[in-house]
């Protein structure tokens, strides 16, 4: 049977003349953009060029929801109300959906961004709270979630369709979680390192832990990060490896379409 793996990437993500990233040539490599709604990241005209340009390239779409919070790039935790978050996913997805119909493309996929995304991996009130603005906006929607967390779940039990992913640049435990930013060699840098992962993790079903030990990670994607030094040309290696290694790339929202 083929092997076939999604790769998304964080796009749409500058804001005016403040610049993160090269969502042009990133369109180029990933077969998914999580575009930014605004909250974390994004303005409008830099939102509506990246649909733009996705539509272009052919590249499926999906809501990069975060928490309101320009300054920190939405990477600081907010204990926020359930109703207020509900309110301001609804809000991400309802304005992204807007400029995708502008764009002449659609939304099919919501992927929660930085420590929302964490939070909600196993925090169940602010997770459900995400589940339920999905499913009142769009239960068609995919939602994308940390491999491995009670996150997954929660949202299958809701009736959403969800999609697991691993992490192309970052080290895992031996119990199959992220290790932390705040620990060193948390994040790895070199190209080549982090291609050969991705196809042991596509050949394999998993990937070694920082500890030495092999981890199984279940997963239908493959986030390349579009915003640290290197990305791009990181993103490019694994894309090759891996077509190399005749994986085919293609978007998990696109699948039996």
């Given at each position: 049977m083929k092997k076939i793996i999604d790769l998304n990437s964080d796009l749409g993500e500058s804001f005016g003349q403040w610049q993160m990233?090269?969502?042009?040539?990133?369109?180029?490599?990933?077969?998914?953009?999580?575009v930014a709604c605004g909250f974390h990241a994004g303005s409008p005209e830099g939102i509506f060029n990246t649909l733009i340009e996705a539509k272009a390239n052919h590249v499926v779409v999906g809501a990069h929801v975060g928490y309101?919070?320009?300054?920190g790039f939405g990477r600081?935790?907010?204990?926020?109300?359930?109703?207020?978050?509900?309110?301001?996913?609804?809000?991400?997805?309802?304005a992204l959906k807007g400029l995708?119909?502008?764009?002449?493309?659609?939304?099919?996929?919501?992927?929660?961004?930085?420590?929302?995304?964490?939070?909600?991996?196993?925090?169940?009130?602010?997770?459900?709270a995400v589940i339920e603005a999905i499913c009142a906006i769009?239960?068609?929607?995919?939602l994308v979630a940390l491999a491995g967390s009670p996150l997954i779940e929660w949202a299958k039990e809701s009736g959403l369709t969800v999609v697991a992913e691993a992490f192309a640049d970052r080290a895992y435990h031996a119990n199959g979680t992220l290790v932390s930013r705040k620990e060193v060699g948390s994040v790895l840098h070199d190209p080549e390192q982090v291609a050969q992962r991705?196809?042991?993790?596509?050949?394999?079903?998993?990937?070694?832990?920082?500890?030495?030990?092999?981890?199984?990670?279940?997963?239908?994607?493959?986030?390349?990060?579009?915003d640290s030094p290197g990305a791009l040309a990181m993103a490019q290696k694994v894309r090759e490896?891996?077509?190399?290694?005749?994986?085919?790339?293609?978007?998990?929202?696109?699948?039996?379409?």
């Open positions: 990233g090269n969502d042009h040539a990133m369109l180029k490599v990933v077969s998914s953009a999580n309101p919070d320009l300054v600081r935790n907010m204990d926020i109300s359930s109703n207020e978050l509900i309110a301001d996913v609804i809000y991400q997805i309802g995708a119909v502008a764009a002449g493309c659609h939304v099919d996929y919501v992927k929660p961004h930085g420590a929302l995304y964490n939070t909600i991996a196993h925090d169940k009130r602010q997770g459900m769009d239960p068609q929607l995919v991705m196809l042991q993790f596509v050949n394999e079903g998993g990937v070694m832990s920082i500890e030495g030990t092999f981890t199984p990670i279940d997963a239908g994607s493959i986030c390349v990060h579009g490896l891996l077509q190399q290694n005749g994986v085919e790339i293609t978007a998990f929202a696109g699948r039996g379409q």
